[in-house]
């Protein structure tokens, strides 16, 4: 068993480094792919899937709370889930469409810029911290799960409403 651990682990590392490098790569090409205009629509569809990440989050750990263990498994999935859809629109729509501008000024282009920033800072951090979550939480070894999730799930929560305000924020200025 702690052989197959180690090489789960040694993925969840694998692929916590490997998911941002592919992502600044696809963002980084300059010439854009023609998938279509309902492309344009996806960020909209992205901060949807924050939104709704958000609420599971809270609805998860009013769940586990409560010790409904088996509903808690299934909202945690679910979340986890829009999390991968969410990465999928992401890397879709900006190899698809060229970057936006936020247009604000004075101190508001501060406050977008510090959320932004923030915002893709931390979604680089919690990405193992929730692999390790939800194997642990899956696996039901409660006490891994317990430490790793003190981590992971303000940092989670914080990307998904952070996601949302840049959102909000940035939609003024779309050109389509």
Do not use: C
Request: aromatic residues 14%; glycine residues 8%; without cysteine.
């Amino acid at each position: 068993m702690k052989v197959e651990k180690k090489g789960l682990f040694s993925s969840i590392n694998v692929i916590s480094v490997v998911i941002p490098v592919v992502v600044a790569i696809l963002l980084g090409i300059r010439t854009k792919l023609d998938l279509g205009s309902w492309t344009q629509n996806l960020p909209f569809v992205n901060a949807i899937i924050n939104s709704t990440t958000a609420v599971l989050l809270i609805l998860g750990l009013v769940l586990i709370k409560n010790r409904n263990i088996s509903a808690h498994k299934l909202v945690m999935s679910a979340a986890f889930g829009l999390g991968g859809s969410f990465l999928v629109f992401y890397v879709i729509y900006h190899i698809s469409n060229p970057s936006t501008p936020y247009g604000g000024q004075g101190l508001i282009r501060y406050f977008y810029y510090f959320n932004l920033i923030t915002h893709i800072g931390a979604s680089l951090v919690v990405l193992p911290f929730v692999l390790r979550a939800y194997y642990y939480g899956w696996n039901r070894m409660d006490d891994k799960h317990r430490k790793v999730v003190k981590i992971a799930y303000p940092i989670w929560l914080y990307v998904s409403v952070t996601g949302v305000l840049a959102y909000i924020m940035i939609s003024p200025y779309y050109s389509f």
